[in-house]
Nanobody, 127 residues
Framework: QVQLVESGGGSGQAGGSLRLSCAGS????????MAWFRQAPGKEREGVAG???????VYADSVKGRFTISRDNANNALYLDMNSLKPEDSAVYYC?????????????????????WGQGTVVTVSS
């Protein structure tokens, strides 16, 4: 049974930092393309950052230079370091895994490509 469990969400101040973690189990982690998505109230789910097993990464323009995605294949873990937080970063953040395509295929962070999802963790940034 595939499981993705996020942790690390919470409240922060604008300009501050938070770190999200995701623990994966039930699949071959290193063969999955991993990503973070977020969904704010009334908005569509959007891709934030993604990484393959070769550590090639992709970011949404809105978070480039502020967020860093990393993965620890030995421990089936995915992280998102969020710096210089803005109120518009407030959302539910989801960890996602794509196993239907090889990791080298890359990703444009389209939610429909990802077949496993965590339950989400809430991030709230106050000004």
């Amino acid at each position: 049974q595939v499981q993705l469990v996020e942790s690390g969400g919470g409240s922060g101040q604008a300009g501050g930092s938070l770190r999200l973690s995701c623990a994966g189990s039930g699949y071959t982690y290193r063969r999955a393309y991993m990503a973070w998505f977020r969904q704010a109230p009334g908005k569509e789910r959007e891709g934030v950052a993604g990484a393959n097993d070769e550590r090639d990464v992709v970011y949404a323009d809105s978070v480039k230079g502020r967020f860093t995605i990393s993965r620890d294949n030995a421990n089936n873990a995915l992280y998102l370091d969020m710096n210089s937080l803005k109120p518009e970063d407030s959302a539910v953040y989801y960890c996602a895994a794509r196993t239907r395509l090889p990791t080298w295929a890359g990703s444009n962070l389209r939610a429909s490509d990802f077949n496993y999802w965590g339950q989400g963790t809430v991030v709230t940034v106050s000004s």
